[in-house]
């Protein structure tokens, strides 16, 4: 899979084409990177409205006055706050959504860190397992009722992007005893030097996914409501990495790393039409190809369920509603 990464940097990758006339766009972590230009994409390709969920709102507003800039539509991008780091903006943001929004077709769960220090949020986690994990987790879950129910009042098929890595391949939960919670074991500090954490969080998060795709109803036979992707944008040149320093990083991605503007165009190729057949694959250049030999394994399947059961208590707890979609 490393290899083929690899060999996928020097690709020539399908442009986005749309259109998402009369669209509505949520992209999380919209200010810079790899999620700007996913929302530049959708402005410019006719989307009705799209959304930047950021945490900080002034590079927010710089992000939409470049969007408009470049693709010369004005009245389009919204910037709304969020923070993946407070579980109460999370919910925030969500009701905003539930109640100012007549519609909602895509949603691209972009936001995610690497951190290389134990840090704890104001909500007791581990702040790379809150973002890429439980407030990503949370996020889909009360926001799907709203895509629903677009399905159902307009007849499309809105679509949910779960933003992963390829760097899940080299992470494992060997060490994570079976008899032991999986998210309460790495909410240790004692245990944060047994692994990589954001690739830990990135296996996690696509083997939790994979059992939510299994909930998701079906409009007719063979199409469901909302389409999930999870999306491998590779390497690409953002500063996902800037807490971790490495003097060989900056040429590793001068030579192999993706412009910004590739990155943000895999983001809008997997929720892009009705493509029923990616639906809960994981996608990498633009085309489905299969995680890690654990996540299709018998014991990735089993940890997932386990992960499933013990991620629905924790959302229940902080949203109970969240519980809802999977009764």
């Known amino acids: ?61 710089d992000a939409k006055k470049s969007i408009e800039e470049t693709t010369k539509r004005t009245d389009v991008v919204e910037v709304w706050h969020l923070d993946y780091l407070s579980l109460d903006s999370v919910k925030a943001f969500c009701n905003k959504v539930s109640k100012e929004l007549c519609r909602l077709d895509i949603v691209a769960l972009n936001a995610g860190i690497a951190t290389a220090s134990w840090r704890v949020s104001q909500d007791g986690y581990e702040e790379g397992l809150q973002v890429n994990v439980i407030s990503t987790a949370l996020l889909a879950n009360l926001l799907l009722p ?28 060997d060490k994570i005893p079976k008899d032991q919670p999986i998210i309460e074991f790495l909410n240790k500090e004692d245990h944060y030097t047994l692994g990589d954490y954001y690739t830990i969080s990135k296996l996690l998060e696509i083997i939790y996914f994979k059992q939510v795709v299994k909930y998701i109803p079906e409009r007719e036979p063979g199409k469901p409501k909302v389409i999930l992707n999870i999306v491998d944008p590779g390497l690409c040149s ?42 809960g694959k994981y996608l990498m250049s633009c085309m489905v190809y299969p995680p890690s030999p654990y996540v299709r394994s018998e014991a990735g399947q089993t940890d997932g369920e386990k992960l499933f059961k013990e991620m629905t208590d924790i959302l229940y707890k902080i949203a109970p509603e969240s519980k809802s979609i999977y009764q």
């Open 146 to 173: 709203k895509m629903y129910a677009t399905a159902d009042q307009f007849k499309v098929t809105p679509r949910l992007t779960i933003l992963s890595s390829e760097s899940h391949v080299q992470a494992s939960l």
């Open 1 to 61: 899979m490393l290899l083929y990464a690899l060999y996928c940097q020097f690709k020539t990758l399908p442009e986005p084409k749309g259109p998402f006339t009369d669209q509505i766009v949520i992209v999380t972590g919209a200010n810079g990177g790899i999620g700007l230009e996913a929302a530049r994409h959708y402005v410019r390709l006719d989307a009705k409205k799209v959304i930047l969920a950021v945490r900080n709102l002034e590079s927010g507003h």
């Open 238 to 279: 953002s500063n996902l990495l800037r807490e971790r320093p490495n003097p060989l990083y900056p040429y590793i991605k001068m030579i192999l790393a993706r412009p910004l503007e590739v990155g943000g165009a895999t983001i809008v190729n997997g929720g892009e039409n009705d493509n029923f057949e990616t639906h």
